[in-house]
Antibody, heavy 118, light 111 residues
């Protein structure tokens, strides 16, 4: 069964840092591009970042560019999101999702909640 | 403000047909990029419902269908059932942003 499990969320003060992890299983992780997306409380989905299967191509949403860093470890079947200089508006459930052939997201992990508050 | 525009809510009685629109622009849907749809049941993660405008992953009933024309796309649900009550999100790619973009989501209520 294809599965993605996020971890690392929690409460952090504005300006703080947090590192999210996504453990993949049930598929050949090194063959797939991956995404991070987020959903603020009561809001819609927002794409955050993309990384190609080898890690050589990376994209970020303008809202997180310069503050967040996506990375992956294919040997550990893991995806990461390093989040620095966190702001109140970064409060959201963060999901990792496998990228489909034409940019769809499937499957999604269960999500991890990040709360930025003083 | 989402790049793709969806109605905040729609509703229908059991057995009825409902549609959810997703309006974009010439840099995303109108540029020929595929539209994908996700179903998000209360308290759960999104799940891929339709990909490539009108393709159903294994396990998705044929009551769900999609269409695309110009700068817009639509999701149609026929034979509405109570279990269809959920949030529905559309997604595409935007060439001017070089980013995947989502709609704001539509809450479907089954009356």
């Amino acid at each position: 069964e294809v599965q993605l499990v996020e971890s690392g969320g929690g409460l952090v003060q504005p300006g703080g840092s947090l590192r999210l992890s996504c453990a993949a299983s049930g598929f050949i992780f090194s063959s797939y591009s991956m995404n991070w997306a987020r959903q603020a409380p009561g809001k819609g989905l927002e794409w955050v970042s993309y990384i190609s299967s080898s890690g050589s191509t990376i994209y970020y949403a303008d809202s997180v560019k310069g503050r967040f860093t996506i990375s992956r470890d294919n040997a550990r079947n893991s995806l990461y999101l390093q989040m620095n200089s966190l702001r109140d508006e970064d409060t959201a459930v963060y999901y990792c999702a496998r990228a489909g052939m034409r940019d769809w997201f499937d499957p999604w992990g269960q999500g991890t909640l990040v709360t930025v508050s003083s | 403000q989402s790049v793709l525009t969806q109605p905040p809510s729609v509703s229908g009685a059991p057995g009825q047909r409902v549609t959810i629109s997703c309006t974009g622009s010439s840099s995303n849907i109108g540029a020929g990029y595929d539209v994908h749809w996700y179903q998000q049941l209360p308290g759960t993660a999104p799940k891929l419902l339709l990909y490539g405008n009108n393709n159903r992953p294994s396990g998705v009933p044929d009551r769900f269908s999609g269409s695309k024309s110009g700068t817009s796309a639509s999701l149609a649900i026929t034979g509405l059932q109570a279990e269809d009550e959920a949030d529905y999100h559309c997604q595409s790619f935007d060439s001017s942003l070089s980013a995947s973009v989502f709609g704001g989501g539509t809450k479907l209520t089954v009356l």
